[in-house]
């Protein structure tokens, strides 16, 4: 069974960082793109940022690059999303996927708060 | 960037009813929509991929149609567990974009 487990978020205060896990399971995971999906508190999705299966390569959109930084271990079939100059914007729930184009698995998702 | 438009925003249903939401692209995205359903507290699950292919597991209730810039999801039968938010998204460019939503609620 297909399993993706976010882990890492809290509460932040404007411009600090955090580091953002995500543990897969039942799948081989060093074979698939993986992609960071956020939702703001009643909102919509946003797709934040993707990366090649060997981490070679990632592409993040525009309202984070700069900031926010996706990478992988394939070691510890771990993906990771480090935020950096963190945002009141940036609050919300962090979905990792599995995909770059459909995503057909999708972690419950780690809540980010960032307010003084 | 492609803009995703759902309408209705939401729609109110009762169990048994046939329901049909709709997507239009700002531009022709040829086949590459998914749709997702999104129950409260969980990351939603893949319904419909390449416009009209059911997922893997995903009811014969549920299909999908379209291509361009219009497309439509049904339900034909609506059962307790589809009261949700449905959201369609777009792979042929990137950055990927997704509609605001439909919520489908109880009459």
């Known amino acids: 069974e297909v399993q993706l487990v976010e882990s890492g978020g809290a509460l932040v205060q404007p411009g600090g960082s955090l580091r953002l896990s995500c543990a897969a399971s039942g799948f081989t995971f060093s074979t698939f793109y993986m992609t960071w999906v956020r939702q703001a508190p009643g909102q919509g999705l946003e797709w934040v940022a993707n990366?090649?299966?060997?981490?070679?390569?990632?592409a993040h959109v525009g309202s984070v690059k700069g900031r926010f930084t996706m990478s992988r271990d394939n070691a510890k079939n771990s993906l990771y999303l480090q935020m950096n100059s963190l945002r009141a914007e940036d609050t919300g729930v962090y979905f990792c996927a599995r995909g770059a184009s459909l995503l057909d698995y999708w972690g419950h998702g780690a809540l980010v708060t960032v307010s003084s | 960037e492609i803009v995703m438009t759902q309408s209705p925003a939401t729609l109110s249903v009762s169990p048994g009813e046939r329901v049909t939401l709709s997507c239009r692209a700002s531009q022709s995205v040829n086949n590459n929509v998914a749709w997702y359903r999104q129950k409260p507290g969980q990351g939603p699950r893949l319904l419909i991929y390449?416009?009209?292919t059911r997922g893997t597991g995903v009811p014969a209730r549920f299909s999908g149609s379209g291509s361009g810039t219009e497309f439509t999801l049904t339900i034909s039968s609506l059962q307790s567990e589809d009261f949700a938010v449905y959201y369609c998204q777009e792979y042929n460019n990137w950055p990927r974009t997704f509609g605001q939503g439909t919520k489908v609620e109880f009459k």
């Open positions: 990366i090649k299966p060997d981490g070679s390569e990632s």
């Open positions: 390449d416009a009209s």
